[in-house]
């Protein structure tokens, strides 16, 4: 059974930087990972994403501010968030499938879900 722990929510400026990491437990061989984000009121949003095989796919609002990555071959990524604005303000969801080849950034492929992270930007 695969259980994922984010950590590294908070509340900044705009401007500044976060980091969110994810950990996942449960399984040794390298998944496809993303980061989804709920807004206020809106539906659960893709925000990047990591293929097992290593490729990534962004969404055109964080395009050049974000940066997914992965620790190695192992089921450990992390969302750098730079140059934050006050619209990226959401709850912040790391997802896991057993998938290896992508599952981009659509919230049906992804079958595991973390408990979510509260980021703020004001």
């Known amino acids: 059974h695969v259980q994922l722990v984010e950590s590294g929510g908070g509340s900044v400026q705009a401007g500044e930087s976060l980091r969110l990491s994810c950990v996942a437990s449960?399984?040794?061989?390298?998944?496809?990972m993303g980061w989804f984000r709920r807004l206020p009121g809106q539906e659960r949003e893709g925000v990047a994403a990591?293929?097992?095989?290593?490729?990534?796919d962004y969404a055109d609002s964080v395009k050049g501010r974000f940066t997914i990555s992965r620790d190695g071959a192992k089921n450990i990524i992390a969302l750098q968030m730079h140059s934050l604005k006050p619209e990226d303000t959401a709850t912040y969801y790391c997802?896991?499938?057993?998938?290896?080849?992508?599952?981009?950034?659509?919230?049906?492929?992804?079958?595991?879900w973390g408990q979510g992270t509260q980021v703020t930007v004001s």
């Open positions: 449960g399984y040794t061989l390298p998944m496809n």
């Open positions: 997802a896991a499938d057993l998938g290896y080849y992508g599952g981009g950034r659509v919230c049906i492929n992804y079958k595991y």
């Open positions: 990591i293929a097992g095989d290593g490729r990534t």
